[in-house]
T-cell receptor
Framework: KQEVTQIPAALSVPEGENLVLNCSFT??????LQWFRQDPGKGLTSLLL?????REQTSGRLNASLDKSSGRSTLYIAASQPGDSATYLC?????????FGGGTRVLVKP | DTGVSQDPRHKITKRGQNVTFRCDPI?????LYWYRQTLGQGPEFLTY????????KSRLLSDRFSAERPKGSFSTLEIQRTEQGDSAMYLC?????????????FGPGTRLLVL
């Protein structure tokens, strides 16, 4: 059974700092891994999808890496802004379902 | 807006009542998923459809839960004889069929409170 851990559970940084969010998973037999953002009381917004054959994926200030063999992914957010405050969830995909971690709650202070 | 939509957005019910939620996926997305999220946790997979066929169900989906997608378009999730432990956000997602597993796009969710 896939287990996903996200560390840290919460993070508070001043505006402008870079964010590093970690995700580890126990079963490396995955098709891809998605990173999502969730604002309080809202649904999930997909940020990045990394295929299992890829090592890295970038979108604007976001960069996600994947080391499938060691069961790790990292999301980097450059030059954080107060609007980046949210919960970030990683979800490796195996078969047709996503398994989510508990998320990292991020607060970017102006 | 052509994103995933869910109705209702909020539902308050008394223990023992039945509730039904609806999900409309993105047009032409063949795959539809239901997840449940409790406060402070990540979503958990409940079930998955490809067109009208329900292909996988989680053990979380007790016999009080039933999901349908009769015409391969919208889906409904019904909970019978609700319990307080059913209180959660119910999320629907859809994805197209591709050569690889595709991005799942999520709706805004239905928040259920069972009193």
């Amino acid at each position: 059974k896939q287990e996903v851990t996200q560390i840290p559970a919460a993070l508070s940084v001043p505006e402008g700092e870079n964010l590093v969010l970690n995700c580890s998973f126990t079963d490396s037999a995955i098709y891809n891994l998605q990173w999502f953002r969730q604002d309080p009381g809202k649904g999930l917004t997909s940020l990045l999808l990394i295929q299992s054959s890829q090592r890295e994926q970038t979108s604007g200030r976001l960069n996600a890496s994947l080391d499938k063999s060691s069961g790790r992914s990292t999301l980097y957010i450059a030059a954080s802004q107060p609007g980046d405050s949210a919960t970030y969830l990683c979800a490796p995909a195996a078969g047709n379902k996503l398994t989510f971690g508990g998320g990292t709650r991020v607060l970017v202070k102006p | 807006d052509t994103g995933v939509s869910q109705d209702p957005r909020h539902k308050i019910t008394k223990r023992g009542q039945n509730v039904t939620f609806r999900c409309d996926p993105i047009s032409e997305h063949n795959r539809l998923y239901w997840y449940r999220q409790t406060l402070g946790q990540g979503p958990e997979f409940l079930t998955y459809f490809q067109n009208e066929a329900q292909l996988e169900k989680s053990r979380l989906l007790s016999d009080r839960f039933s999901a349908e997608r009769p015409k391969g378009s919208f889906s409904t999730l019904e909970i019978q004889r609700t319990e307080q432990g059913d209180s959660a956000m119910y999320l629907c997602a859809s994805s197209p069929i591709g050569q690889t597993q595709e991005t799942q796009y999520f709706g805004p969710g239905t928040r259920l409170l069972v009193l």
